[in-house]
């Protein structure tokens, strides 16, 4: 069961404190990411987001999810074809 703790605000009311009890405790394991592993960090597949953000395209993203690599230049032009073939999706 989690503990609350509570800490007045400026106009005497109260607010939840934020918890770090189970700061560092892992959540699940998974092989597209990982968070907080070197500080305050994200890496995809194991390139710095902040390196390949920077860099790539959404598309080389989206095919270094799926196929576990960054793309080739052939293979991100056949991507590329390939998503632009699939219906578009429902706007709402």
Same mark, same amino acid.
């Given at each position: 069961?989690? =503990?609350?703790?509570?800490? /007045?605000? /400026?106009?005497?009311?109260? &607010? #939840? &404190? &934020?918890?770090?009890?189970?700061?560092?405790?892992? /959540?699940?394991?998974?092989a597209l990411c990982t968070v907080g $592993?070197?500080?305050?960090? !994200?890496?995809?597949?194991?390139?710095?987001?902040?390196?390949? @953000?920077?860099?790539? =395209?959404?598309? +080389?993203?989206a095919y270094l999810l799926v196929h +576990? $690599?960054? #793309?080739t230049q052939a293979e991100l032009t @056949?991507? $590329?074809? $390939?998503? &632009?073939? !699939?219906?578009?999706? #429902?706007?709402?």
């Amino acid at each position: 069961m989690s =503990e609350t703790t509570q800490t /007045a605000d /400026a106009q005497g009311g109260f &607010k #939840p &404190k &934020k918890s770090v009890a189970l700061s560092g405790v892992t /959540a699940g394991n998974t092989a597209l990411c990982t968070v907080g $592993k070197t500080g305050n960090d !994200l890496h995809y597949r194991g390139y710095d987001i902040l390196d390949i @953000a920077g860099n790539c =395209e959404f598309e +080389e993203i989206a095919y270094l999810l799926v196929h +576990e $690599k960054l #793309p080739t230049q052939a293979e991100l032009t @056949a991507y $590329k074809t $390939k998503l &632009k073939a !699939l219906p578009a999706c #429902p706007r709402t």
